[in-house]
């Protein structure tokens, strides 16, 4: 099982990650969250992070020329959308070239549905909020993933940290997607981030 901590938005947050080590971290591209972050200043504050730590874009509902061209800029590795994209558009990226992650917000069984219409590079199954559209430290039933019965893995998100990362790793998720459970007051908090990955590596076995 693998990790992604979304919500990067400094050099001292690389500093974190070179810490630790995630597989992959997220920059939100989305202007409407308090973890906005721009395309410019990714590309300054990437170049001090690790060579083996994969970078997603995360967009909502993002005009899909655009999402290409910060790709092309190396500005990330993996496009995440996260809002109500067509599958044409997925295709669309994935065609230029462009990994994709589709997330899918999940209240019910009938949301895992939805899933089927979509053929990612990797789905994302977040909480459905009605303030936000993620990173609300908010989780969802996990009992639901045992619906989904794709062959596309996925990532999971919506309330992991700390305390309950080991119960997260019980689930049939590839990847776990943590944002706000490692953060004080929208910063990353390397003391929490070092009870996760100790929980973590504790038991990634």
């Known amino acids: 099982m693998k990790i ?3 919500g990067i938005r400094s050099e ?3 500093n974190l990650i070179n810490r630790y080590k995630p597989d992959f971290i997220g920059f ?3 202007k409407k969250s308090k973890r906005y972050i721009q395309p410019e200043k990714v590309i300054e504050i990437k170049k001090n992070l690790e060579y083996q730590v994969k970078s997603v874009g995360v967009f909502v509902d993002e005009d899909s020329d655009y999402i290409l061209d910060c790709f092309n ?3 990330f590795d993996i496009a995440q959308l996260h809002g109500s994209e067509k599958p044409s558009e997925c295709q669309r990226l994935h065609s230029e070239g462009l990994p994709v992650i589709k997330a899918i917000r999940i209240k019910n069984s009938d949301d895992i549905k939805i899933s089927e219409v979509y053929n990612p590079d990797y789905f994302l199954f977040d909480v459905k909020s009605e303030k936000f559209v993620g990173g609300t430290g908010e989780s969802f039933n996990w009992n639901l ?3 989904y019965h794709g062959n596309t893995p996925f990532f999971l998100a919506g309330g992991i940290g700390p305390e309950n990362i080991i119960d ?4 049939n ?3 776990l997607d943590i944002s706000s459970s490692v953060e004080t007051n929208f910063i990353k908090d390397n003391e929490k981030m070092r009870k996760l990955f100790n929980n973590y590596r504790k038991n990634n076995v």
């Open 145 to 147: 993933l045992e619906n």
């Open 168 to 171: 997260a790793m019980k689930t």
């Open 4 to 6: 992604k901590i979304c």
């Open 28 to 30: 939100i591209f989305y």
């Open 173 to 175: 998720a590839d990847i």
């Open 12 to 14: 001292a947050d690389i």
């Open 73 to 75: 800029k190396g500005v």
